[in-house]
């Protein structure tokens, strides 16, 4: 099914970057841009991607009895592989246009696609930095998170740690009750700023691999639904895995990329 004109027109039509916002992402490595999308395409993905997210969803166990990484959120990805229209919205110019501004890189490709829909009554998402997990030898990544409706602070919007991407220790972490603590503390006794605010309808959120964040609680009664798209710069080389994680997403989401070399595997395209 074809998507409606007005929401193509969005997804393709280009977003001019400032030097202030490139320089702000440059310092902190975090960015939230307003009015990335409309209402009416947010609105539109919002109806898609719930129903993918519903018809994919294999988690029968309440809320209440999961674990923290449990509680956190409903996680499926590659949603673009599964859906036309979704893949629209992944491979959108707009939003990678955006991903290569920041970065300062000629292109990128997807690395992967992921929804993030954290239930009413669904726990925090603890202290991380994404790279932990991926087997990349630079840290030319940028994740854009995008709220597919308001998020007010009580639904658990993105917070991040300004410019944290400098600190090495925590690195080592995988995302759970000890990284939530231990990053934690550390954070404390350092001078990077914690940023919590909520977004509003069309606003993203872009953040680099190594910049620490968590999410809040959503204490509301509705889903806090988000999807998300991560690139890395088109040049990509593969690195020697450093942790059982990082070969699980070799083999998950490089496939067939060897270590050296430019990750150019089917699933990840060049999408700018």
């Known amino acids: 099914m074809p998507l409606p004109v007005s929401v193509q027109q969005m997804l393709d039509k280009p977003y001019l970057l400032t030097q202030e916002q490139i320089d702000f992402y440059e310092a902190n490595r975090f960015i939230k841009v307003k009015n990335v999308f409309d209402a009416e395409t947010i609105g539109y993905f919002n109806q898609v991607i719930s129903g993918k997210v519903a018809e994919m969803n294999t ?12 509680k956190a959120f409903l996680q499926l990805f590659n949603l673009w592989r599964e859906d036309e229209r979704i893949k629209q919205f992944v491979f959108s110019k707009r939003l ?19 929804a993030l829909f954290k239930e009413g009554g669904g726990g925090i998402t603890p202290w991380h930095a994404d790279q932990y997990y991926w087997p990349l030898e630079t840290d030319k990544t940028i994740t854009a998170w995008i709220p597919l409706q308001e998020t007010p602070l009580e639904m658990g919007p993105l917070e991040f740690s300004a410019g944290s991407h400098q600190i090495v220790e925590g690195r080592e972490l995988e995302i759970g009750d000890d990284s939530e603590t231990i990053i934690q503390q550390k954070l404390r006794v350092t001078d990077f700023k914690h940023v919590i605010e909520s977004f509003d309808l069309g606003e993203v959120s872009f953040h680099s691999g190594w910049v620490f964040h968590r999410a809040g609680a959503n204490t509301t009664d509705q889903v806090r639904k988000v999807m998300t798209v991560i690139y890395m710069d088109r040049d990509m080389r593969l690195k020697q895995p450093e942790n059982k994680n990082q070969v699980a997403d070799w083999n998950t989401w490089c496939p067939g990329a060897e270590i050296g070399e430019i990750i150019n595997s089917p699933i990840n395209p060049v999408l700018y």
């Open 96 to 114: 990678a246009s955006i991903a290569a501004g920041l970065m300062q890189v000629e292109g990128v490709r997807l690395y992967h696609d992921q």
């Open 59 to 70: 988690v029968k166990t309440k809320v209440e009895d999961r674990d923290t990484y449990g």
